[in-house]
């Protein structure tokens, strides 16, 4: 699969890197306004399509020119709109996919060499793919940003779906979850900062380069590999003590102070800032959790367990009082599913420790006390789920399914107001296509006589 991302990713920056050189020889095919379609551009993009084994519904040499035509209709609205694309917000992206490259083939130096260009020129390639892709985005989001169905449109389009159309919803969970977390010893902690400080001296002494000390020490898997190096980064993508103290940094030789996140402990030093994006590397400990902190915090929640099931407190009172989870605690201990922002989750959404024992359980049961890794911080908490609610896959229903049913009713609503709108831009934009590629059944029609001329 990354194989593939890659081959893909390099096909398009290749594509974009010919563009401008090339041009003379390259062969005409559409013609959108003074924008041209090379045939170079359309056989990279079907290429593309087929390493990534995207479905293409039509003959591609007339749906992937017509894609690219509407495309410019709208990167031509927002020149005429003036859409403005932060640079900041490109940048994030660009670097982003950057440290990914870098992460899964290995360096900055291999990055160059499988995409054949240098790293400058790469990420001005890329940074053109995102700035379009955000124009697109934006001029779309305006069109259709006053969109919002009401229930009855709602009751209308599902009246209206044949069964046929109606998507198929896995079975969801709907879980409350009580965690803790064991006391960590203070002497853990005193540890943990003592080593900590002495990797600091050593690096403000010249004894050892801080790269060196973080593949052999950093607990954070994801960056000791490379020395640490988080990549550029803005604030808002740092955890916010992380952030405040790699901000403060001015020296790239020297070391912040200890800095403690949810996270664990870090030392951090200054690559390189940019604007209002930095690079550091970091180390990160953990302070260990001793087997009698686990079994003291299993022994505690085994016996908050049972208070709920004898009927003294209610799930709903502990998970106020003592659970330690953030985005649950003040929701009675409803776990919020992030990816479609409601208490539902398909069991592949859940965490793995926490899918494992809801699998087995009926509504209103409750686990036993087990140990989880919490999926942000990366810490051995202890926690105790009750099963709220099952509902078996099925075909959706407009009861049980509403906000899916909704999403879907919203999904047409802007999918009619793109279409129109492209119909209307059609009207007064040049178009001509080229003999040999007007043999197809478009979605829109670019066909008329007035157009070819």
Not at 4 to 11: G, V
Not at 262 to 272: V, W
Not at 430 to 448: A, M, S
């Given at each position: 699969m990354k194989l593939?991302?890659?081959?893909?990713?390099?096909?398009v920056v290749t594509a974009l890197g010919m563009m401008g050189q090339n041009n003379v020889a390259e062969e005409v095919v559409w013609v959108i306004g003074s924008e041209p379609i090379f045939k170079s551009d359309v056989e990279d993009q079907y290429q593309q399509m087929l390493i990534e084994r995207i479905s293409i519904d039509g003959?591609?040499?007339?749906?992937?020119?017509?894609?690219?035509a509407v495309d410019k209709l709208f990167l031509d609205q927002a020149r005429i709109d003036t859409v403005e694309v932060q640079p900041s917000t490109i940048s994030n992206e660009v670097e982003g996919q950057i440290n990914y490259l870098i992460a899964n083939l290995g360096s900055k130096?291999?990055?160059?060499?499988?995409?054949?260009?240098?790293?400058?020129?790469?990420?001005?390639?890329?940074?053109?793919?995102?700035?379009?892709?955000?124009?697109?985005?934006?001029?779309?989001?305006?069109?259709t940003k006053n969109v919002k169905a009401t229930p009855?449109?709602?009751?209308?389009?599902?009246?209206?779906?044949?069964?046929?159309?109606?998507?198929?919803?896995?079975?969801?969970?709907?879980?409350?979850?009580?965690?803790?977390?064991?006391?960590?010893?203070?002497?853990?902690?005193?540890?943990v900062k003592a080593r900590l400080r002495d990797y600091a001296n050593q690096v403000n002494s010249g004894e050892r380069e801080f790269s060196t000390l973080a593949i052999l020490y950093s607990q954070d898997q994801a960056t000791a590999v490379y020395g640490g190096e988080t990549g550029f980064q803005s604030r808002t993508t740092l955890l916010p003590e992380y952030a405040t103290?790699?901000?403060?940094?001015?020296?790239t030789k020297r070391v912040s102070n200890i800095v403690e996140t949810?996270?664990?402990?870090?030392?951090?030093?200054?690559?390189?800032k940019r604007g209002?994006?930095?690079?550091?590397?970091?180390?990160?400990?953990?302070?260990?959790?001793?087997?009698?902190?686990?079994?003291?915090?299993?022994?505690?929640?085994?016996?908050?367990?049972?208070?709920?099931?004898?009927?003294?407190?209610?799930?709903?009172?502990?998970?106020?009082?003592?659970s330690q989870d953030k985005d649950s605690r003040n929701n009675n201990g409803h776990m919020l599913n992030e990816k479609n922002q409601s208490g539902r989750f398909e069991m592949a959404d859940l965490p793995a420790e926490v899918g494992k024992k809801v699998y087995t359980m009926q509504p209103g049961d409750i686990s036993e006390p087990f140990i989880m890794i919490n999926p942000k911080t990366r810490r051995e908490q202890v926690a105790i789920v009750k099963l709220v609610k099952r509902i078996d896959g099925h075909k959706a229903d407009l009861a049980e399914d509403y906000m899916i049913i909704k999403e879907m009713c919203e999904a047409k609503s802007k999918e009619d107001i793109i279409r129109d709108?492209?119909?209307?831009?059609?009207?007064?934009?040049?178009?001509?296509?080229?003999?040999?590629?007007?043999?197809?059944?478009?979605?829109?029609?670019?066909?008329?006589?007035d157009k070819q001329q």
């Open positions: 593939r991302f890659f081959t893909a990713l390099a096909l003959n591609p040499y007339c749906v992937i020119p017509e894609q690219m130096e291999k990055v160059e060499e499988y995409f054949r260009m240098p790293m400058p020129r790469l990420r001005e390639k890329l940074s053109e793919m995102y700035s379009d892709r955000y124009c697109i985005q934006q001029v779309q989001s305006d069109l009855a449109e709602v009751r209308r389009f599902y009246n209206s779906l044949s069964k046929d159309s109606l998507p198929f919803i896995p079975m969801q969970v709907e879980v409350q979850i009580i965690t803790v977390n064991p006391v960590i010893p203070q002497q853990e902690i005193d540890e103290a790699a901000f403060n940094l001015n020296d949810d996270d664990g402990y870090h030392l951090i030093q200054l690559i390189e209002d994006r930095i690079n550091t590397r970091h180390i990160l400990l953990r302070p260990k959790v001793s087997d009698k902190d686990l079994t003291d915090a299993m022994t505690m929640l085994d016996s908050v367990r049972s208070d709920i099931q004898s009927g003294k407190n209610t799930f709903d009172q502990m998970a106020l009082y003592i709108w492209v119909i209307q831009k059609q009207k007064n934009v040049y178009v001509y296509i080229e003999e040999g590629w007007r043999n197809c059944e478009f979605k829109y029609d670019w066909l008329k006589k």
